[in-house]
C-alpha cells in the first residue's frame, strides 16, 4: 500500500501512458477529455438545432468510460490513496505565493485561496473561475482539442498542430504565471 500512496517516478507513470496510448493506436481511437463536452451535448439532442453537435455521439461512448474512471479513480486517490506529507513545493513557490495572499498546500493539491468555498463569497473569484473556465473551454475548441489530447494523443501520432498547440501551451502558461497571475491576486 506505501507503492500506492507515494509519488511514482516519472518514467513510471510515461512508461503507462506510453502502453495506453499505444493500445489506443492498435484499436484505432484518439484520447482527449474535451471531445467528451462535445458527445455530452450530442447525447442530449441539441444536434437537431446546432450541426456542430449532430454527429455519431455513439462511436465515441468509450471515452465516456475513460472521463467515468478519471473521476473515480481520482476520487480513490484523494480519499484513499493520498499522502498529506506527499506534496512538496519549492519553498521559493511558497513565499511568492504567501506575497499574493495564497496559503501554503498543507497537503492538499489546491490552495483554498482559489478553490475553497469562501470564493463563492468574492464576485471577482466568481467571475474569474468563470471567465478561466470560458477561456478553457474556448481555446480546446479553438485549438482542436485540450492539452491531454494534444500533448499525449496528438504528439504520440507526430501531429505538427498538436506540437504546435503544445508549444502554445506552454508559452500562454508562461505567460499566465509570470506576467497575468500576479496582476489577479
Avoid: E
Wanted: glycine share 12%.
Amino acid at each position: 500500500m506505501n507503492f500506492l500512496t507515494q509519488t511514482w517516478h516519472w518514467s513510471i507513470s510515461g512508461f503507462l501512458i506510453g502502453m495506453v496510448m499505444l493500445c489506443l493506436i492498435y484499436f484505432g481511437k484518439n484520447f482527449g477529455m474535451s471531445t467528451n463536452l462535445r458527445t455530452l451535448c450530442s447525447l442530449t439532442g441539441i444536434g437537431k438545432r446546432i450541426s456542430f453537435f449532430n454527429w455519431d455521439w455513439k462511436s465515441q461512448r468509450w471515452n465516456l468510460v475513460v472521463v467515468a474512471g478519471a473521476m473515480v479513480g481520482g476520487y480513490i486517490a484523494v480519499h484513499f490513496l493520498s499522502n498529506a506529507t506527499n506534496v512538496s513545493i519549492n519553498p521559493l513557490t511558497i513565499l511568492k505565493l504567501q506575497k499574493l495572499g495564497i496559503d501554503a498546500p498543507n497537503g492538499k493539491l489546491i490552495p483554498n485561496a482559489i478553490f475553497g468555498s469562501d470564493i463563492f463569497y468574492s464576485p471577482k473569484k466568481i467571475f474569474l473561475l468563470v471567465f478561466g473556465g470560458f477561456l478553457i473551454g474556448f481555446g480546446s475548441r479553438y485549438a482542436g482539442g485540450c492539452t491531454s489530447g494534444h500533448a499525449i494523443s496528438g504528439l504520440s501520432n507526430f501531429q505538427f498542430p498538436s506540437l504546435k498547440a503544445v508549444i502554445g501551451f506552454f508559452i500562454g502558461g508562461l505567460i499566465m504565471v509570470n506576467f497575468i497571475f500576479p496582476l489577479i491576486f
